[in-house]
């Protein structure tokens, strides 16, 4: 009998509903899967963006506002769209503001905040941590999902790759104690910040049609970072249109599960031939190159023009 579980883990709050929001939804509805839903770092940097005049703006707050906020922004996520309790695994990030509003970054000698434990590793060497990694090892054990979704290990912050590394290492390890799911990344947000296209590819995916609504309202619950959901210029058309659906999220695979037969790795198994069938059209042509940097990125663009 599989289990029908769904691990997503996010680095950070409402990375889980960008990334992979529609397909935990999708899945959880439809299929009635039991989404497991983890945050790794401990979300005490970043700022809060408000809506002032019509425009948005971010403003800074030190990390014992910040981080409480983003656990509730996540937690409440996760009950109203997920069903389900989040879990903060508690890797520091790599910098937070301090009470005068300084950003303290991670360097030798520089002063611990005082919601993180002596001897923690921050999310960035969390996977040199054999601590760490057993945490980890101890969940996917203990939850045993069908599928695993996190960051892909190139992305545009190290803290998704260190999140990454993290589970794959933790996810090779419950494999040598007798796990069989499968693990995929999410496409890699490189393309945003102009690292180019070539990472901005996939070798699978999940036709999301139907869905955007309610990803959309599980990314306005992260009200903080989020402050219009409705304006967001989510690239999940564009990936639809390349993979032949509507809406689409996209995903690389890192293994298969070999003897899993949920719907998930149905269909994840059968957008994976697909997309080794129409690779170079997917990928290549000028077309989609084009639609990605004149259609997206003009409109990103715009948007900032508009909240500067
Ligand atoms: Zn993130």
New binding site residues.
């Given amino acids: 009998m599989n289990k029908k579980v769904l691990m997503t883990v996010?680095?950070?709050a409402?990375?889980i509903e960008y990334c992979f929001g529609a397909t935990a939804l999708k899945y959880h509805e439809k299929f009635k899967y039991e989404i497991v839903y983890v945050e790794a770092t401990n979300n005490m940097s970043g700022g809060w963006a408000k809506i002032i005049d019509g425009k948005i703006k971010t403003f800074d707050y030190p990390w014992y506002t910040m981080m409480p906020q983003r656990k509730l922004e996540a937690n409440q996520s996760a009950r109203e769209c997920f069903h389900t309790e989040a879990l903060h695994l508690d890797f520091p990030q790599r910098h937070y503001k301090n009470r005068d509003l300084e950003t303290i970054e991670l360097r030798y000698g520089a002063p611990c905040p005082d919601c993180v434990p002596p001897n923690t590793p921050s999310i960035l060497t969390a996977h040199e941590d054999p601590a760490s990694i057993e945490r980890v090892v101890n969940l996917i054990l203990d939850k045993d999902p069908e599928v695993i979704l996190t960051?892909p290990p190139m992305d545009y912050?190290d803290?998704?790759t260190g999140t990454c590394m993290l589970v794959r290492k933790a996810f090779t390890k419950a494999q040598s104690k007798g796990y069989d799911g499968s693990l995929l990344f999410a496409r890699a947000g490189t393309y945003t910040l102009k690292y180019g296209n070539y990472f901005n590819t996939w070798d699978s995916f999940i036709d999301t049609t139907g869905f955007m609504g309610k990803k959309r309202h599980a990314l306005g619950i992260h009200a903080c970072q989020v402050a219009r959901a409705e304006d967001l210029d989510l690239s999940d058309y564009l990936e639809g249109k390349v993979c032949g659906c509507e809406t689409a999220e996209v995903f690389i695979v890192c293994e298969f599960a070999k003897k899993r037969t949920g719907e998930m790795t149905k269909e994840f198994a059968q957008n994976h031939q697909y997309c080794v069938e129409h690779w170079k059209e997917m990928f290549f042509s000028r077309d989609i190159q084009k639609m990605y940097n004149e259609e997206l990125l003009a409109k990103w663009e715009e948007r900032a023009r508009q909240n500067a």
């Fill in positions: 996010g680095a950070h409402d990375d960051h912050t803290e998704h």
